[in-house]
C-alpha cells in the first residue's frame, strides 16, 4: 500500500465559497480520485502547516495514477487550473 498526504493551499475564491459549496467540491474531487483508483482515508483542515486542506489517499501500489488525479482535479492545463487549489505537496509514504 502507497499512501499520499496532500496539503492544499486554497484560493481565495474557495475561502469565500459558503461551506456546503466547498463540501460539494471537495466530494467532487474525492468521486474524481476514486475514478483514479485512490481510495481516500480523510480529509479535513489541517493545523500546523500553512496549507488550509489535507487529504490522505491509499492506492495499492506506486503508480502514476496519483499524478493522473492530481491533473484532474486541479484542472491543469485547463481555464479551471489554479480556481480553487492555489498550490499543493504531497508526502509520499511506503
Known amino acids: 500500500m502507497v499512501k499520499y498526504i496532500c496539503f492544499c493551499q486554497m484560493t481565495a475564491d474557495f475561502l469565500r465559497l459558503?461551506?456546503?459549496e466547498r463540501n460539494n467540491w471537495m466530494t467532487d474531487g474525492?468521486?474524481?480520485a476514486r475514478k483514479h483508483g485512490l481510495k481516500v482515508i480523510f480529509w479535513g483542515n489541517s493545523?500546523?502547516?500553512?496549507?488550509h486542506v489535507v487529504v490522505v489517499?491509499?492506492?495499492?501500489g506506486f503508480s502514476d495514477d496519483y499524478m493522473k488525479f492530481q491533473?484532474?482535479?486541479?484542472g491543469l492545463g485547463t481555464p479551471q487550473a489554479g480556481k480553487y487549489i492555489d498550490y499543493s505537496r504531497t508526502v509520499t509514504v511506503f
Open 71 to 74: 491533473r484532474d482535479w486541479q
Open 47 to 51: 493545523m500546523g502547516v500553512r496549507e
Open 30 to 32: 474525492l468521486e474524481i
Open 57 to 60: 489517499f491509499e492506492s495499492n
Open 18 to 20: 459558503p461551506l456546503e
